[in-house]
């Protein structure tokens, strides 16, 4: 289930695709988020299937644990890049998640809490330029779903928690996507 909820975030630029909000909602902001959402997915589906099929040697020190979550830094650069209009944050950011991929790989690697502040920071910050932007609906939109995602792995629910997560980042990612769509207009 945890592999299959992971196409939540891509049915939602699927959604937008085939029907955008607005003429000029399609953007290289919206694509190049886009296109990061839709990388990221077949690495965090093969990981998540090697879970559940029980494949893998150890389901935490292993490499598709580590493209998953690599690939999770590379949406979060892709998403701080569409969503500023400051290249010094752009450049800011994408150091500050290489330091995290880097953390990731390295032999005295990350363990889970320091992953998981890891992710919540990288998303954390990328929201910043919209809140500086005026876009508060949107960042509260967005932040909700991901805060109750993250609540619902947190208490694991029956062992529902991390799917449910999963089906959360469609709201995070449609809300960025709007919040990406709308600078144009809020810089003219």
């Not at 592999?3 to 049915?11: E, F, H």
């Not at 995070?172 to 990406?180: E, G, H, N, S, Y």
Request: charged share 10%.
């Amino acid at each position: 289930v945890n592999a299959v909820s992971m196409a939540v975030p891509s049915l939602a630029i699927l959604s937008f695709w085939l029907y955008p909000p607005s003429e000029t909602f399609w953007t290289w902001r919206t694509g190049i988020m886009s296109l990061s959402v839709l990388l990221h997915f077949p690495f965090s589906f093969a990981y998540h299937l090697q879970l559940a099929s029980r494949s893998l040697k150890h389901s935490v020190d292993c490499a598709p644990r580590r493209l998953d979550q690599t690939f999770i830094h590379v949406t979060c650069i892709a998403t701080a890049i569409g969503l500023s209009t400051s290249v010094l944050f752009s450049a800011c950011h994408a150091c500050v998640n290489v330091y995290f991929i880097s953390r990731l790989w390295a032999k005295n690697e990350a363990q889970l809490l320091e992953r998981m502040v890891n992710v919540g920071l990288g998303v954390a910050l990328y929201g910043l330029p919209p809140i500086l932007q005026g876009q508060i609906f949107l960042v509260v939109c967005g932040a909700s779903s991901f805060i109750l995602g993250a609540i619902a792995m947190f208490f694991r629910l029956g062992g529902w928690g991390h799917s449910l997560m999963h089906l959360s980042l469609g709201g995070l990612v449609a809300c960025t996507l709007m919040a990406a769509a709308e600078i144009p207009t809020l810089q003219g």
